[in-house]
């Protein structure tokens, strides 16, 4: 099953374990031009590198405020972990999100039945460079930047074999039933997004080895992570994840944070010197 909206029994394994796998989606020449398409833009937005970086969490950020896209870098290095948000800089990923078999099983998640991108996130683990994603939900993430982010899905296709070495998607199953669990206490308000894991050192995480091509679908309050790659082989992801139509997006909010940081500077340059 590659397209249309979910099976019976894949209801059923998303309201038991709050996930779906659909394997060989997308053929490997599809894939080869996804991945082109991504790295194409990877190149693009870096070119300078002269971003200010910022250290949040566990990440470290360079926002590009004229192009209102996040650049994830792996610390102080020049390689790249992750780009959100991207649609709006390259038309043939926005048409890409818009392919129904990404749309079509959406419509059970979501509960729309013309479900609208929220955002778009492009995660690199370079070989022997790709850092860790911790513990996390993607609930608090957008708590404040989506107008229902508990019926924000994401759709990840992976674009590389995702393997135990590279660094593949592991998950919780049945986790999307507490809600939002406890979140770390012991960092900045970003990283206090994160899972705190020593409060959940006994749960059982099952990895997701899948080949390039396929996809997982989940919702927001599903417990996911991911290791370091190992290994000499690249593991790279798309997510586009989706939600109820005419919502709110994370180019909106970023767009708008911009703005707001822009009418703010010009308040203050227009403010006379003080005596």
């Known amino acids: 099953m590659t397209s249309g909206r979910l099976t019976a029994d894949e209801l059923s394994c998303l309201d038991r374990n709050g996930y779906v796998v659909r394997e060989n989606v997308f053929r490997p020449s599809e894939v080869a031009d996804i991945t ?28 590009d405020l004229e192009r209102n896209v996040m650049i994830k870098w792996e610390g102080d290095s020049d390689i790249v972990h992750g780009i959100e948000p991207f649609a709006h800089l390259e038309p043939k990923l926005k048409a890409w999100a ?29 070989p022997g460079h790709g ?12 708590l404040d930047s989506a107008d229902a982010p508990a019926r924000v899905a994401t759709a990840m296709l992976f674009l590389d074999d995702a393997t135990l070495e590279n660094g593949c998607l592991q998950v919780a199953p049945g986790s999307h039933r507490a809600g939002q669990w406890h979140n770390r206490t012991d960092s900045d308000a970003f990283g206090a997004n994160e899972i705190d894991a020593a409060a959940y ?5 099952q990895p997701l080895p899948l080949k ?16 370091p790659n190992r290994s000499t082989k690249q593991r790279r992801a798309l997510l586009f994840s989706y939600q109820p139509a005419g919502h709110r997006t994370m180019l909106d909010s970023m767009r708008a944070a911009t703005d707001a940081r822009r009418r703010a500077r010009a308040q203050r340059a227009d403010q006379p010197p003080r005596q």
């Not at 990404?102 to 729309?112: N, R």
């Not at 050192?201 to 995480?205: F, L, N, R, S, W």
Request: charged share 25%; proline share 7%.
């Open 36 to 63: 082109g398409a991504c790295e194409d833009l990877v190149a693009r937005l870096i070119q300078d590198r002269q971003l200010k970086r910022y250290k949040a969490g566990s990440y470290v950020f360079a926002p």
């Open 98 to 126: 818009l392919d129904p078999r990404f749309t079509t099983p959406m419509q059970d998640f979501v509960g729309d039945t013309n479900p609208g991108l929220f955002t778009e996130k492009l995660n690199l683990k370079r």
């Open 131 to 142: 850092g860790i994603n911790p513990l996390h939900q993607d609930y608090p993430y957008w």
């Open 201 to 205: 050192a006994d749960v059982e995480m």
């Open 212 to 227: 390039a091509g396929s996809v997982v679908m989940f919702g927001s309050f599903l417990v996911h992570k991911s290791e």
